[in-house]
Protein backbone atom coordinates (compact mmCIF):
# COMPACT_ATOMS: atom_id res chain seq x y z
CA UNK A 1 0.00 0.00 0.00
CA UNK A 2 1.27 3.08 -0.57
CA UNK A 3 1.41 5.94 1.45
CA UNK A 4 2.17 9.67 2.40
CA UNK A 5 4.82 11.01 4.57
CA UNK A 6 2.42 13.57 6.26
CA UNK A 7 1.79 10.91 9.24
CA UNK A 8 4.21 9.59 11.93
CA UNK A 9 7.21 8.01 10.45
CA UNK A 10 7.65 4.41 12.38
CA UNK A 11 11.26 3.77 13.36
CA UNK A 12 10.66 0.73 16.13
CA UNK A 13 12.87 -1.83 13.44
CA UNK A 14 15.18 -4.26 15.72
CA UNK A 15 18.36 -5.18 14.76
CA UNK A 16 20.91 -1.64 15.40
CA UNK A 17 23.91 -3.60 13.93
CA UNK A 18 24.79 -1.01 11.16
CA UNK A 19 24.09 1.81 12.84
CA UNK A 20 27.34 2.14 14.13
CA UNK A 21 29.00 1.67 10.78
CA UNK A 22 28.66 5.52 9.46
CA UNK A 23 30.36 9.07 10.19
CA UNK A 24 27.66 10.79 8.45
CA UNK A 25 29.32 13.71 6.58
CA UNK A 26 26.72 16.41 7.57
CA UNK A 27 26.79 19.56 5.79
CA UNK A 28 25.82 21.74 8.79
CA UNK A 29 26.27 24.88 10.80
CA UNK A 30 28.91 26.53 8.30
CA UNK A 31 27.60 30.17 7.65
CA UNK A 32 24.44 29.73 9.37
CA UNK A 33 22.88 27.02 8.11
CA UNK A 34 20.51 25.40 9.46
CA UNK A 35 18.42 22.32 8.67
CA UNK A 36 15.36 23.16 10.52
CA UNK A 37 15.34 26.92 8.80
CA UNK A 38 15.77 25.33 5.09
CA UNK A 39 12.66 23.10 6.00
CA UNK A 40 10.55 25.83 7.17
CA UNK A 41 11.12 27.12 3.58
CA UNK A 42 10.92 24.12 2.05
CA UNK A 43 7.22 24.05 3.60
CA UNK A 44 6.22 26.69 1.43
CA UNK A 45 6.67 25.25 -1.60
CA UNK A 46 3.52 22.60 -1.54
CA UNK A 47 3.09 20.41 -4.79
CA UNK A 48 4.16 16.44 -5.51
CA UNK A 49 5.05 13.94 -3.18
CA UNK A 50 7.29 11.14 -2.66
CA UNK A 51 5.37 7.34 -2.09
CA UNK A 52 6.74 4.80 0.10
CA UNK A 53 5.89 1.57 -0.20
CA UNK A 54 7.60 -0.84 1.54
CA UNK A 55 7.14 -4.67 0.93
CA UNK A 56 7.97 -6.70 4.56
CA UNK A 57 7.40 -10.09 3.05
CA UNK A 58 10.22 -10.02 0.18
CA UNK A 59 12.19 -7.44 2.30
CA UNK A 60 12.14 -4.48 -0.77
CA UNK A 61 10.50 -0.98 -1.46
CA UNK A 62 9.65 0.87 -4.06
CA UNK A 63 10.25 4.75 -3.61
CA UNK A 64 8.19 6.31 -6.00
CA UNK A 65 9.13 10.97 -7.30
CA UNK A 66 5.53 11.64 -8.28
CA UNK A 67 4.74 15.36 -9.53
CA UNK A 68 3.18 14.21 -12.65
CA UNK A 69 1.97 17.44 -14.02
CA UNK A 70 5.40 19.04 -13.64
CA UNK A 71 7.30 15.91 -14.87
CA UNK A 72 8.31 14.83 -12.28
CA UNK A 73 9.90 18.04 -10.77
CA UNK A 74 11.08 18.34 -7.21
CA UNK A 75 8.89 21.29 -5.44
CA UNK A 76 10.24 22.15 -1.61
CA UNK A 77 7.51 19.68 -0.14
CA UNK A 78 9.04 16.74 -2.10
CA UNK A 79 12.21 17.83 -0.88
CA UNK A 80 11.02 17.17 2.73
CA UNK A 81 9.25 14.09 1.81
CA UNK A 82 12.48 12.28 0.12
CA UNK A 83 14.41 13.58 3.59
CA UNK A 84 11.81 11.46 5.58
CA UNK A 85 11.30 8.46 3.41
CA UNK A 86 15.55 8.17 3.30
CA UNK A 87 15.40 8.47 6.97
CA UNK A 88 13.16 5.69 7.49
CA UNK A 89 14.77 3.52 5.03
CA UNK A 90 18.04 4.51 7.12
CA UNK A 91 16.55 2.01 10.03
CA UNK A 92 14.73 -0.26 7.96
CA UNK A 93 17.20 -3.46 9.19
CA UNK A 94 14.83 -5.52 7.45
CA UNK A 95 15.00 -4.17 4.34
CA UNK A 96 17.62 -5.88 1.16
CA UNK A 97 16.55 -3.75 -1.88
CA UNK A 98 15.08 -0.18 -2.67
CA UNK A 99 13.99 1.11 -6.40
CA UNK A 100 13.99 4.63 -7.43
CA UNK A 101 11.35 5.24 -9.52
CA UNK A 102 9.06 8.33 -11.01
CA UNK A 103 5.79 8.24 -11.37
CA UNK A 104 3.97 7.31 -14.68
CA UNK A 105 7.24 6.03 -16.62
CA UNK A 106 8.79 9.67 -15.98
CA UNK A 107 12.20 9.94 -13.79
CA UNK A 108 12.26 13.43 -12.42
CA UNK A 109 12.68 16.53 -14.33
CA UNK A 110 15.07 17.72 -11.44
CA UNK A 111 14.57 20.80 -9.45
CA UNK A 112 10.62 22.31 -9.82
CA UNK A 113 11.79 25.72 -11.39
CA UNK A 114 9.79 27.40 -8.79
CA UNK A 115 12.00 26.13 -6.09
CA UNK A 116 14.96 27.70 -7.84
CA UNK A 117 13.27 30.99 -7.89
CA UNK A 118 12.16 30.82 -4.39
CA UNK A 119 15.68 30.54 -3.12
CA UNK A 120 16.96 33.03 -5.75
CA UNK A 121 19.50 34.63 -3.51
CA UNK A 122 23.05 33.01 -3.71
CA UNK A 123 23.22 32.43 -0.14
CA UNK A 124 19.15 30.64 0.05
CA UNK A 125 20.65 28.63 -3.17
CA UNK A 126 23.52 27.22 -1.24
CA UNK A 127 21.67 26.15 1.71
CA UNK A 128 18.82 24.87 -0.66
CA UNK A 129 21.66 22.77 -2.17
CA UNK A 130 23.31 21.90 1.36
CA UNK A 131 20.25 20.15 2.18
CA UNK A 132 19.85 18.14 -0.87
CA UNK A 133 23.72 16.86 -0.45
CA UNK A 134 22.68 16.16 3.14
CA UNK A 135 19.32 13.86 1.62
CA UNK A 136 21.55 12.31 -1.56
CA UNK A 137 24.33 11.62 1.11
CA UNK A 138 22.03 9.54 3.26
CA UNK A 139 20.61 8.30 0.28
CA UNK A 140 23.92 6.52 -0.70
CA UNK A 141 24.51 5.36 2.65
CA UNK A 142 21.44 3.46 2.98
CA UNK A 143 22.01 -0.55 4.00
CA UNK A 144 19.65 -1.19 0.95
CA UNK A 145 20.78 -2.13 -2.22
CA UNK A 146 19.54 0.90 -4.18
CA UNK A 147 18.35 1.00 -7.83
CA UNK A 148 17.37 4.19 -10.17
CA UNK A 149 15.05 2.32 -12.84
CA UNK A 150 15.01 5.50 -14.99
CA UNK A 151 12.03 5.44 -17.70
CA UNK A 152 11.42 8.86 -19.62
CA UNK A 153 13.46 11.50 -19.04
CA UNK A 154 16.35 11.99 -15.88
CA UNK A 155 17.27 15.33 -16.19
CA UNK A 156 19.49 18.16 -14.06
CA UNK A 157 18.85 17.04 -10.27
CA UNK A 158 17.17 13.86 -11.48
CA UNK A 159 20.26 12.76 -12.92
CA UNK A 160 22.21 13.71 -10.20
CA UNK A 161 19.58 11.79 -8.41
CA UNK A 162 20.24 8.26 -10.11
CA UNK A 163 24.32 8.95 -9.14
CA UNK A 164 23.22 8.35 -6.06
CA UNK A 165 22.03 4.91 -6.63
CA UNK A 166 24.18 1.32 -6.20
CA UNK A 167 22.65 0.41 -9.41
CA UNK A 168 20.93 2.81 -12.59
CA UNK A 169 19.32 0.91 -15.01
CA UNK A 170 17.80 2.65 -17.77
CA UNK A 171 14.57 2.01 -20.19
CA UNK A 172 15.46 1.03 -23.48
CA UNK A 173 13.68 4.46 -24.98
CA UNK A 174 14.61 6.53 -22.03
CA UNK A 175 17.19 9.85 -21.81
CA UNK A 176 19.36 11.17 -19.22
CA UNK A 177 20.64 14.74 -19.07
CA UNK A 178 22.77 16.89 -16.92
CA UNK A 179 21.28 19.94 -18.09
CA UNK A 180 22.35 22.25 -15.31
CA UNK A 181 24.50 24.45 -17.62
CA UNK A 182 21.47 25.59 -19.73
CA UNK A 183 20.08 26.67 -16.55
CA UNK A 184 23.19 29.03 -16.04
CA UNK A 185 24.10 26.09 -13.07
CA UNK A 186 26.48 23.48 -11.74
CA UNK A 187 24.80 20.32 -10.38
CA UNK A 188 23.64 21.22 -6.81
CA UNK A 189 22.88 17.38 -5.27
CA UNK A 190 26.30 16.28 -5.15
CA UNK A 191 26.31 14.92 -9.07
CA UNK A 192 29.74 16.14 -9.82
CA UNK A 193 31.72 14.02 -7.17
CA UNK A 194 29.41 11.30 -7.69
CA UNK A 195 30.12 11.39 -11.38
CA UNK A 196 33.73 11.90 -11.30
CA UNK A 197 34.14 8.61 -9.38
CA UNK A 198 31.16 6.91 -11.51
CA UNK A 199 32.79 7.99 -15.07
CA UNK A 200 36.39 10.11 -14.42
CA UNK A 201 36.94 13.07 -15.01
CA UNK A 202 37.29 13.25 -18.67
CA UNK A 203 33.45 12.18 -19.22
CA UNK A 204 32.22 14.45 -16.12
CA UNK A 205 33.73 17.28 -17.72
CA UNK A 206 32.15 16.41 -21.33
CA UNK A 207 28.68 15.59 -19.57
CA UNK A 208 28.50 19.14 -17.73
CA UNK A 209 30.19 21.51 -20.65
CA UNK A 210 27.79 19.95 -23.10
CA UNK A 211 24.88 18.88 -21.43
CA UNK A 212 24.72 16.50 -23.49
CA UNK A 213 20.93 13.93 -24.14
CA UNK A 214 22.24 10.23 -23.06
CA UNK A 215 20.26 8.05 -24.71
CA UNK A 216 20.13 4.75 -22.58
CA UNK A 217 22.88 3.28 -25.16
CA UNK A 218 25.32 6.29 -24.97
CA UNK A 219 25.06 6.19 -21.42
CA UNK A 220 25.58 2.39 -20.66
CA UNK A 221 28.66 3.04 -22.81
CA UNK A 222 29.87 5.76 -20.53
CA UNK A 223 29.38 3.46 -18.06
CA UNK A 224 26.84 5.43 -16.41
CA UNK A 225 24.24 2.78 -16.56
CA UNK A 226 24.47 -0.85 -15.61
CA UNK A 227 21.85 -2.67 -18.14
CA UNK A 228 19.35 -1.26 -20.11
CA UNK A 229 16.07 -2.65 -19.81
CA UNK A 230 13.92 -3.55 -22.99
CA UNK A 231 10.98 -1.38 -22.76
CA UNK A 232 8.34 -4.24 -23.26
CA UNK A 233 9.83 -5.27 -19.66
CA UNK A 234 8.56 -2.06 -18.28
CA UNK A 235 4.85 -2.54 -19.62
CA UNK A 236 3.02 -3.93 -15.89
CA UNK A 237 -0.30 -6.35 -16.31
CA UNK A 238 -3.22 -4.95 -14.82
CA UNK A 239 -3.01 -6.95 -11.69
CA UNK A 240 0.81 -6.15 -11.08
CA UNK A 241 2.25 -4.49 -7.79
CA UNK A 242 4.78 -2.38 -7.14
CA UNK A 243 6.93 -5.07 -6.37
CA UNK A 244 7.10 -6.71 -9.27
CA UNK A 245 9.39 -4.12 -10.81
CA UNK A 246 11.50 -4.47 -14.00
CA UNK A 247 14.17 -3.45 -11.43
CA UNK A 248 13.74 -5.62 -8.90
CA UNK A 249 13.31 -8.68 -11.44
CA UNK A 250 16.64 -7.52 -12.28
CA UNK A 251 17.97 -7.83 -9.23
CA UNK A 252 16.88 -10.75 -8.68
CA UNK A 253 18.41 -12.45 -11.94
CA UNK A 254 21.69 -10.50 -11.09
CA UNK A 255 22.19 -11.88 -7.94
CA UNK A 256 19.32 -14.07 -6.37
CA UNK A 257 18.29 -10.94 -4.36
CA UNK A 258 15.28 -12.93 -2.61
CA UNK A 259 17.10 -15.91 -1.49
CA UNK A 260 19.84 -13.52 -0.18
CA UNK A 261 20.16 -12.90 3.73
CA UNK A 262 19.16 -9.57 4.56
CA UNK A 263 22.17 -9.20 7.06
CA UNK A 264 24.44 -10.00 4.38
CA UNK A 265 23.05 -8.05 1.81
CA UNK A 266 23.01 -5.21 3.84
CA UNK A 267 26.81 -5.83 5.11
CA UNK A 268 28.04 -6.42 1.21
CA UNK A 269 26.55 -2.92 0.56
CA UNK A 270 28.01 -0.67 3.45
CA UNK A 271 30.97 -2.78 3.71
CA UNK A 272 31.37 -1.57 0.05
CA UNK A 273 30.30 1.87 0.53
CA UNK A 274 32.98 2.14 3.53
CA UNK A 275 35.84 1.34 2.15
CA UNK A 276 35.00 2.64 -1.18
CA UNK A 277 35.29 6.21 1.12
CA UNK A 278 38.49 5.57 2.73
CA UNK A 279 41.33 6.58 1.40
CA UNK A 280 43.68 4.83 3.43
CA UNK A 281 44.02 1.15 3.22
CA UNK A 282 45.17 0.17 6.57
CA UNK A 283 41.65 2.11 7.68
CA UNK A 284 40.15 -0.16 4.51
CA UNK A 285 41.43 -3.18 5.77
CA UNK A 286 40.10 -1.88 9.49
CA UNK A 287 36.78 -1.66 8.70
CA UNK A 288 36.60 -4.77 5.89
CA UNK A 289 37.27 -7.02 9.47
CA UNK A 290 34.65 -5.35 11.50
CA UNK A 291 31.75 -6.39 8.74
CA UNK A 292 33.21 -9.71 8.39
CA UNK A 293 32.95 -10.35 12.19
CA UNK A 294 29.22 -9.16 11.69
CA UNK A 295 28.08 -11.77 9.43
CA UNK A 296 30.68 -14.77 10.57
CA UNK A 297 28.80 -17.34 12.52
CA UNK A 298 25.79 -16.13 11.62
CA UNK A 299 22.79 -17.41 10.03
CA UNK A 300 23.63 -16.99 6.22
CA UNK A 301 27.30 -18.61 6.98
CA UNK A 302 25.92 -21.73 9.15
CA UNK A 303 23.28 -22.60 6.54
CA UNK A 304 26.07 -22.88 3.66
CA UNK A 305 28.19 -24.72 5.61
CA UNK A 306 25.51 -26.91 6.24
CA UNK A 307 24.40 -27.21 2.46
CA UNK A 308 26.44 -29.75 0.55
CA UNK A 309 29.53 -29.20 -1.18
CA UNK A 310 29.84 -30.04 -4.57
CA UNK A 311 26.99 -32.44 -4.28
CA UNK A 312 28.59 -33.55 -0.79
CA UNK A 313 26.22 -32.72 1.89
CA UNK A 314 28.30 -31.85 5.43
CA UNK A 315 27.43 -33.39 8.63
CA UNK A 316 27.06 -30.60 11.38
CA UNK A 317 29.11 -33.27 13.46
CA UNK A 318 31.96 -31.70 10.90
CA UNK A 319 31.12 -28.16 11.63
C1 LIG B 1 20.34 21.86 -8.64
C2 LIG B 1 19.25 21.24 -9.41
C3 LIG B 1 19.35 21.60 -10.85
C4 LIG B 1 18.08 21.34 -11.60
O1 LIG B 1 17.49 20.32 -11.45
S1 LIG B 1 17.56 22.57 -12.64
C5 LIG B 1 16.14 21.91 -13.44
C6 LIG B 1 16.58 21.11 -14.61
N1 LIG B 1 15.48 20.55 -15.30
C7 LIG B 1 15.08 20.98 -16.48
O2 LIG B 1 15.59 21.94 -17.04
C8 LIG B 1 13.97 20.15 -17.08
C9 LIG B 1 13.03 21.01 -17.90
N2 LIG B 1 12.02 20.16 -18.49
C10 LIG B 1 12.15 19.59 -19.71
O3 LIG B 1 13.16 19.68 -20.37
C11 LIG B 1 10.96 18.86 -20.25
O4 LIG B 1 9.82 19.30 -19.54
C12 LIG B 1 11.05 17.31 -20.16
C13 LIG B 1 11.40 16.84 -18.76
C14 LIG B 1 12.10 16.82 -21.17
C15 LIG B 1 9.66 16.70 -20.54
O5 LIG B 1 9.24 17.20 -21.79
P1 LIG B 1 7.70 17.06 -22.21
O6 LIG B 1 7.26 15.66 -21.92
O7 LIG B 1 7.60 17.57 -23.62
O8 LIG B 1 6.89 17.98 -21.22
P2 LIG B 1 6.80 19.59 -21.18
O9 LIG B 1 8.13 20.19 -21.45
O10 LIG B 1 5.65 20.01 -22.00
O11 LIG B 1 6.48 19.81 -19.63
C16 LIG B 1 5.23 19.48 -19.08
C17 LIG B 1 4.99 20.44 -17.95
O12 LIG B 1 5.96 20.19 -16.93
C18 LIG B 1 6.60 21.40 -16.59
N3 LIG B 1 7.97 21.11 -16.14
C19 LIG B 1 8.84 20.24 -16.70
N4 LIG B 1 9.98 20.23 -16.02
C20 LIG B 1 9.83 21.12 -14.99
C21 LIG B 1 10.65 21.55 -13.94
N5 LIG B 1 11.90 21.05 -13.78
N6 LIG B 1 10.16 22.46 -13.07
C22 LIG B 1 8.93 22.94 -13.21
N7 LIG B 1 8.09 22.58 -14.20
C23 LIG B 1 8.54 21.67 -15.08
C24 LIG B 1 6.56 22.22 -17.86
O13 LIG B 1 6.75 23.58 -17.59
C25 LIG B 1 5.18 21.90 -18.36
O14 LIG B 1 4.25 22.67 -17.64
P3 LIG B 1 2.92 23.24 -18.35
O15 LIG B 1 2.12 22.04 -18.73
O16 LIG B 1 3.37 24.02 -19.53
O17 LIG B 1 2.28 24.08 -17.30
Known amino acids: MLRRFTKTLSSSLSCQHHSRSFKQVH ?123 VEGNAMGGGAELMTACDFRLMSSD ?41 NAQRAFELNLVDDILDIHENEVTPNATKHESPALIWAESMFQLYQLDCKLAQSIKLDVIKCRNMSNLEDSYKSEIQFLSLVWGGQANRNALLKSVHGRSTKSSDL
Open 27 to 149: VDGEGGYSEAKVEETLKYLPGGEILLDLNHSDATAVLQISNVSKRNAFTGNMMLELRRAVNELKTWHEGKAVVICGAENMFCSGSDISAIRAFSRPEDGKRLCMYMHNTMHALQHLPQITLAH
Open 174 to 214: AQCQFVQKKMGLVPGWGGVSRLLQLVGRQTTLKLLLSAEKL
